[in-house]
């Protein structure tokens, strides 16, 4: 077996005298969804900005895809996709908008980014609603947006932070089975917190 994707030995986070996160371990295999677990407030979101290279750690060590997050964060992102709580989504464009964006970022080209995007079409089962500007998008069509958004360029670590927070139960279940595929279809490495026991059981 190689090595994990996700490795956290011992992770600090902290602000001032706020103990965010303070001693996490935990190993990812390749392929694996991970439920982390937690209320709110009990430092899930900061572990996955410290994971994310968003933050960099207090103390500890952690790589993701084989690389340290704090040493080396520019090769951790090339390899990850992230969708937090709090991600923007830009009312005024269409989804192609914001995934023909979202590939600029990465650095891929025109052509590839329509290659890309013609693939997740039928990932994310959005349809002819792509086309349409993101303020007519439901709840569940945005998570669903973002996911696509965090897959344009075929990374090999996915983290959702409450990726179904807000939406409703079918949507959910919808989105779930979004990750199942992607997991056993694609390989990817899923990270997910999340507040739901019932979701972190599907891990």
């Known amino acids: ?41 009990a430092g899930k979101s900061t572990l996955t900005r410290v994971l994310c290279t968003l933050i960099a750690p207090t103390g500890g060590r952690a790589t993701v895809a084989g690389f340290d997050v704090a040493s080396a964060p520019d090769q951790v992102r090339l390899r990850i996709g992230v969708a937090l709580q709090e991600a923007a989504l830009d009312p005024k464009q ?12 990465y650095g891929l080209s025109k052509a590839d980014t329509r290659q890309r995007l013609s693939e997740l079409r039928s ?14 998008y ?8 973002e996911l696509a958004l ?10 959702l932070d ?9 949507a959910r279940d919808d989105f779930w089975r979004l990750l199942v595929d992607l997991s056993r279809k694609q390989g990817v490495t899923i990270f997910v917190s999340t507040h739901f026991m019932n979701e972190a059981m599907r891990c």
């Open 162 to 170: 409450e990726p179904t927070s807000g939406v409703d139960p079918q």
């Open 94 to 105: 269409t989804g192609v908008e914001m995934l023909m964006l979202q590939g600029r970022f």
């Open 150 to 159: 965090a897959l344009v360029h075929n990374p090999r670590v996915l983290f």
């Open 138 to 145: 439901s709840g569940g069509m945005k998570r669903r947006l």
């Open 1 to 41: 077996m190689g090595s994990p994707e996700i490795d956290a030995d011992r992770v600090q986070r902290f602000f001032g005298s706020t103990r965010a996160v303070d001693g996490v371990s935990l190993k990812v295999d390749r392929g694996e969804i991970y439920g982390f677990l937690g209320p709110n407030g």
């Open 123 to 136: 990932l994310i089962d959005l349809g002819p609603a792509l086309e349409d500007r993101v303020s007519t």
